[in-house]
């Protein structure tokens, strides 16, 4: 298919300035990527709980929620992967413009595919958070039962299984969620924001 010519981009009146403004923060993406039971999700919807209540505006993407949506016409092959990140980095491209805090929770297993997003995204405005967990944790947690099936060969190419994960390798941010509580590594998340001034102490 063909990206139609006659299409012209719009520019708006009004800009994301004003809405950060109007808003009281800035807009930009907290990027969780992690293996599957790393504890993305939870992570995820712990910081926007705490920055919603203190203020902000916020909105959770997760990678179940928007394959049921969204994404629902995109398998795990390979090429369904990168189609994946694609739209979630187009997606929060959308939310930052609108001067929303976006949480982002996707395997997202590999590098190329990330810094696409961040490329997508301003500079200081995308905020890697790499949720490391070995796989022998993540794998007695296993919350979906998934890494069960991956091990008996009724799910192909899974993550961390059949099919690799590049970890970041310089991330913002590193949590390490089998040793860290969940409301500790919220809070390195949220004293990472304050210190680079993307919310104030207030927000926390």
Known sequence: M???ENIVWQELVIKRSDREKRNGHSGFVIWFTGLSGSGKSTLAVE?????????CNTYT?????VRHGLNKNLDFSFEGRVENIRRIGEVAKLFVDAGIIVCTAFISPYKKDRDFVRELIDTGR???????CPIKVCESRDPKGLY???R??????????????EAPERPEIRIDTDKETVIESADKVLNYLIKYNLISQENK
């Open 47 to 55: 910081v926007e709980r705490q920055l919603f209540e203190s203020g």
């Open 148 to 150: 069960k099936k991956a």
């Open 126 to 132: 995308f905020i890697e958070v790499f949720v490391d």
């Open 61 to 65: 993407l997760d990678g179940d929620n």
């Open 2 to 4: 063909h990206r139609s």
């Open 152 to 165: 008996a060969g009724e799910i192909a190419d899974f993550t961390g299984i059949s099919s690799s994960y």
